[in-house]
């Protein structure tokens, strides 16, 4: 045998290695084919949604928070060759900033393209706001409008903490820095201050509905007083146009606002930017589970207790009163 001749045990170390090489090639061609399909069904995705006339339908639905991904949503639609969008709105409210970000970017997509909106189970407090930027609401006999009015709640322990013999002190810049705060009795210069921030808020928001909807001092006073309506109730009360559902919301886009008949209704929602991508997408997933914690430490704090004032500013949402 020549000296110079591999030796049994290298070759098979050599087509050991061969083998493995050719396995994670095929792995490494699989993951990109995986990503070339995922892609292209995201970009097939985006231009069926932006390519062609459509109804866009967007669901405003659980706490508006005017959260960037709505905006943008909103905002793509506006930039789509949609002739027309269609909201679907199923929520008791939100953040009063994010509801009025949320109206104010509807307005700017009604400058450019009809927008009529259809309201689920509810529409009140944050989300009437956001269903006022449409140029028609819908409603079902037994859908729930109105809630306009504000009401900042907090609690305030400072009786108990005096049963318990335990006393807060703070040094403070001014008196009403970090009023109220619920561990010390609450000041009449910080309820008037809490008052006047509550004032503000509700005069704009009877303005807007009073503009959005056309009523006069009287009407508006009829609406205004923090309750709520059925669909069937504010109809003569001016809080919606029509009673009806999507059907009846498309066929007023055609007849009124000359949208084609039978265009493709399509759904406008966020995107995922590991969707379509095996592990990647199951990570996003556990991702998205995780912030629910941050969602659960808002409730446990207030953040969505009530038409209340919070860590996250002004909230305007609809809930059962106690007892009820």
């Given at each position: ?15 050991r ?17 995986l ?20 109804i ?19 905002r ?34 009604a ?10 189970n ?7 706001i956001?269903?006022l ?17 504000v ?24 008196p ?12 009449e ?44 109730q ?18 007023w ?21 590991f ?10 997933a ?16 207030g ?22």
């Amino acid at each position: 045998m020549s000296l110079n001749a591999p030796n049994a045990d290298y070759l098979v170390e050599r087509r050991r290695l061969l083998r493995q090489a050719r396995f994670w090639r095929l792995v490494a061609f699989a993951i990109l084919a995986l990503i070339v399909v995922g892609l292209g069904a995201r970009f097939a995705g985006l231009n069926n949604n932006a390519a062609k006339p459509h109804i866009a339908r967007l669901a405003i639905g659980g706490l508006i928070t005017g959260d960037a991904q709505t905006l943008k949503l909103i905002r793509d639609i506006a930039k789509s060759s949609a002739s027309a969008a269609l909201l679907t709105i199923d929520s008791p409210g939100g953040t009063t900033a994010g509801s009025e970000e949320v109206y104010d970017e509807l307005r700017l997509l009604a400058a450019k393209k009809p927008v009529v909106a259809v309201v689920g189970n509810m529409a009140a407090s944050g989300a009437y706001i956001a269903a006022l930027g449409a140029d028609r609401i819908f409603a079902r006999g037994n859908s729930i409008v109105g809630s306009i009015g504000v009401l900042v709640e907090f609690p305030n322990v400072s009786g108990l903490l005096d049963k318990l013999g335990v006393k807060l002190e703070s040094i403070k810049s001014s008196p009403l820095k970090a009023s109220p705060n619920g561990l010390e009795p609450t000041s009449e210069a910080a309820r008037a201050a809490i008052a006047a921030l509550v004032d503000d808020s509700y005069g704009w928001f009877k303005g807007l509905v009073r503009d959005r909807r056309h009523l006069s001092d009287e009407e508006l006073a009829a609406v205004s007083d923090g309750r709520i309506f059925t669909g069937r109730q504010g109809l003569p009360l001016k809080l919606i146009d029509a009673l009806g559902g999507e059907s009846e919301a498309i066929a007023w886009l055609e007849k009124e606002k000359g949208v084609a008949h039978d265009l493709p209704v399509r759904d406008w929602k966020p995107e995922n930017k590991f969707s379509g991508f095996g592990l990647f997408g199951a990570a996003s997933a556990l991702a998205g589970l995780a912030g629910l914690d941050n969602v659960a430490g808002a409730l446990r704090h207030g953040g969505v207790s009530g038409d209340s004032a919070s860590p996250q500013g002004l909230v305007s949402v609809w809930r059962m009163p106690d007892g009820e």
